[in-house]
C-alpha cells in the first residue's frame, strides 16, 4: 500500500499537472508531497518516509539523476518513476542504471498511465517487502542454527553427531566433507552470516550438491557437503574454494583467512573433527599463514611456552630490561614457527604483562601501573600475530624509558649494576666488570662513582651486606655461613665491614632479629 508519493519537478504546471492526475487516480488514497528542485526533495526525503518519487531529470541545483544516486544510499528505499522529455534519452539511461521502476514522458501522461504507474509499484512494495520478510525468517533461523552449534562445540556433553543430523534431516550418508574456513579482520566490516550463506549455496549450485554452512563465533565458518567421489573430491573443493574466495571478496569486501578440509566418516568423529579444523583456521588467521602450519601438540605448548615464560619471568625479576626485551621479541617470532594456539599465547603474554607490573609499581612509580593495564586490555582485543608484537614492544620501550628516567643510569653503569646483583657472590673487580661493559678501567670507575654516589667496592660491600642481612634475619644460617654465601672468604672481615655500614655487629644485628620475633 501507498501512502506517501512525493513529486519533483522545476515546472510548477507539470507539478501541478501530476499531482492532480494521482488525487483523481482510483488506484491512489496517498498524501501526496511536492519539491520544486533535487536539492527540497532530499532534504524532505532526509526526514520524511516517502514509499513512490516521480522525479524530473533535468533539474537545478541537483538533478533528477544526482537526486537518485543520493536516494540509493539511503536507508529506506522508495520507488522511483523518472520524468523526461523527448530529447532527454541521455538522462534517462543513467537513470535507468540507477534502478528506477519506470520512465514517463512529459507530454503524454493520462489517466490510465498513473493508473497503471501505481499498480506496478505497489506489486514492487509488496514483492520488496516479502523477500525481507523472507530474509529476515532465513536470517532467524540462521542465528537459531549457529547458536546450537556455537552449544555443542562449547558443551562436551551434548552430543554434536545428533545436531548434525538434525540439520540434515537425521539422513546422515558418511563421508562428509568438512571444510573450515575464517574471515580475515572480522571487527572490521559487517556482515551476516545469511550473506555468506547465500554465495556458499550459489557456488554449490553450479555443481548441483546442496551444502549446509555453520557458523561460529569470530567470523568462522564450517561447510558441510556430501562428496560425489573420492577421486574427484580433492579437485572439487580447490576449484569450490576459489570460486567461494572470489565471490566473498567481491561481494562483501573480505578475505578467507584461513581454510582446512577434513573428512568425516563416523559421527564418532564429528566433534573431534571440528575443533581441530577450528584449532587451525583459528591459527591461520592469527599468524596470517599462507598453509598449513605443523601444530604442535598440546603437552608440547605447554612445556613450550613455560619454559619462555621462566626466563623471561627471571629477567624481568633482575631487572634486566634488554634482556626481558630479547627474551620475549624471541618468545613472540619462536610461538610463529611453531603456530602456538592464539588464545594461550595471549594469555601468556597477559601473565608477562602483570608480571611487569609488579616490576613497575616495586622500581619505578604506581603511576605507571595503567600502561600496562592498556596493553593487557589491548591483548584481549588482538586478532594478529602482528597486533600482539606491536602491543608488546611498545610496552617494554614505554617502560625502558620510565625506567630510565627513575634511575638515571647510563647503560653501561645500568648493565654493570645487573651484573653485580646477579653475580655479587662471586669475586668481583674492577677490571672485570669494566671490561663487561667495553669501558676503560679509570674512566669506568670515575663514571659509577659519578652515577652511583659510591667508589666500586663499596658499592659491592652495600649488596653483600645488604643480602647478608636478608640471610641473619631468616635465623638459618650461622655467621661463618653467611660470610661465605655473601662472597666474603674472611669472617673477621666481614664482620668489620657489616659493623661498618650497619652500625652493630653481624652478631648484634641477628640477635636482634631474633629478639624481635619473641
Known sequence: MIHKILVVDDDYLIRKWLCLL??????????????????KALDLLHSTKVDLVITDIKMPVLNGVELIQ?????????????????DDYGYVRAALKEGVLDYLLKGEIELQDIDALIEMAEREISRKGSLESSKKDEERNESRISGQFCEYMDDPSLDMAEFIAQIYDKKLIFPIESIAFCISNPARFQFSSVDILSLVRSSFKRYHIDCSVLSYRSGVFF??????????????????????????????????????????????????????QLSIVLRIRFYQLKQTPAVLSSDQEVEFITEYKKNIFNAIQKKQHQCTKE???????????????????????IAICYRISTYVQDFISDSCIPIVENSVFKLQRAQTMDETADIMTALLETIQELSAQYHKYSPAIEKSLD????????????????????????????????????????????????KACELLSG????????AQIVGFSDQNYFSKIFKRIIGESPKSYQKGTRDDDK
Open 22 to 39: 494521482l488525487q483523481k487516480s482510483t488506484n491512489s488514497q496517498a498524501e501526496i508531497l511536492q519539491a520544486e528542485n533535487g536539492k
Open 70 to 86: 543520493q536516494i540509493r544510499k539511503m536507508e529506506w528505499q522508495p520507488q522511483i518513476v523518472a520524468l523526461s522529455s523527448y
Open 327 to 349: 627474551y620475549i621479541e624471541t618468545f613472540l617470532a619462536q610461538s610463529k614457527v611453531h603456530a602456538v594456539g592464539p588464545d594461550l599465547l595471549i594469555n601468556s603474554c
Open 223 to 276: 561447510l558441510l557437503y556430501y562428496r560425489q567421489t573420492e577421486a574427484e573430491g580433492e579437485k572439487f573443493s580447490t576449484e569450490l574454494l576459489r570460486q567461494m574466495g572470489n565471490e566473498l571478496e567481491n561481494k562483501i569486501d573480505c578475505k578467507i583467512a584461513g581454510i582446512d578440509q577434513r573428512s568425516i566418516y563416523h559421527p564418532a568423529q564429528v566433534r573431534a573433527t571440528f575443533e581441530r
Open 419 to 466: 651484573y653485580i646483583l646477579e653475580h655479587y657472590a662471586e669475586k668481583l673487580s674492577l677490571e672485570q666488570i669494566s671490561k663487561y661493559v667495553y669501558l676503560n678501567k679509570s674512566y669506568f670507575s670515575e663514571l659509577f662513582k659519578k652515577e652511583t654516589g659510591v667508589n666500586f667496592n663499596d658499592y659491592i660491600n652495600q649488596v653483600r651486606i645488604q
Open 475 to 482: 635465623k638459618h644460617y650461622n655467621l661463618s655461613q653467611v
